[in-house]
T-cell receptor
Framework: EPEVTQTPSHQVTQMGQEVILRCVPI?????FYWYRQILGQKVEFLVS????????KSEIFDDQFSVERPDGSNFTLKIRSTKLEDSAMYFC????????????FGPGTRLTVT | DAKTTQPTSMDCAEGRAANLPCNHS???????VYWYRQIHSQGPQYIIH???NNETNEMASLIITEDRKSSTLILPHATLRDTAVYYC????????????FGSGTQLTVLP
């Protein structure tokens, strides 16, 4: 069964550094998403992406964040200058079609900012 | 998206049916009910969704009341691997929209 994959599984970085989290969505999916979950808290939406542009973004997704689909398979989340409060699990998800609406999540990348 | 209310936690004996309730009294006509679960900090997993008819798939059944103000997710024969946080989410489909996760119900399947 096709799955969303994410790399790395754990990333440790120093405050102020740039990080890129990578995702390979399910191959025939057209809708892509990033969510995050701070330890012990709810899963929070960051951004959705369709047709090579951002469809929707939350207040969390400020100028420090960007997303890109550099080729036909990868979907990346970049944080330009990490802060301590960016430490969280970051989940990528993909969806097949607008009408069906379900999203399939990857295993997550644990980002630790020191 | 309409607000949902779920119990904080539930227990279920292994092999028995787990019935997880969700209230969504402010649901509007074009909003679907989605269920996801999250097993111990893994990525959320899609389970099932429906509009007004009952739905069943290989994982679970979804029963939506006639007035659509509440629903129940049924895991027919719960196993220890079903221990997870279960989220009931109401949202409009037909758009690339976000899922808004609440606190969910922590289901613990007991041996």
């Amino acid at each position: 069964e096709p799955e969303v994959t994410q790399t790395p599984s754990h990333q440790v970085t120093q405050m102020g550094q740039e990080v890129i989290l990578r995702c390979v969505p399910i191959s025939n999916h057209l809708y892509f998403y990033w969510y995050r979950q701070i330890l012990g808290q709810k899963v929070e939406f960051l951004v959705s992406f369709y047709n090579n542009e951002i469809s929707e973004k939350s207040e969390i997704f400020d100028d420090q964040f960007s997303v890109e689909r550099p080729d036909g398979s990868n979907f990346t989340l970049k944080i330009r200058s990490t802060k301590l409060e960016d430490s969280a699990m970051y989940f990528c998800a993909s969806g097949r079609s607008e009408s069906l609406g379900e999203q399939y999540f990857g295993p997550g990348t644990r980002l630790t900012v020191t | 998206d309409a607000k949902t209310t779920q119990p904080t936690s539930m227990d279920c004996a292994e092999g028995r049916a787990a019935n997880l309730p969700c209230n969504h009294s402010t649901i509007s006509g074009n909003e679907y009910v989605y269920w996801y679960r999250q097993i111990h900090s893994q990525g959320p997993q899609y389970i099932i969704h429906g509009l007004k008819n009952n739905e069943t798939n290989e994982m679970a059944s979804l029963i939506i009341t006639e007035d659509r103000k509440s629903s129940t997710l049924i895991l027919p024969h719960a196993t220890l691997r079903d221990t997870a946080v279960y989220y009931c989410i109401v949202r409009v489909t037909g758009s690339a929209r976000q899922l808004t996760f609440g606190s969910g119900t922590q289901l613990t399947v007991l041996p």
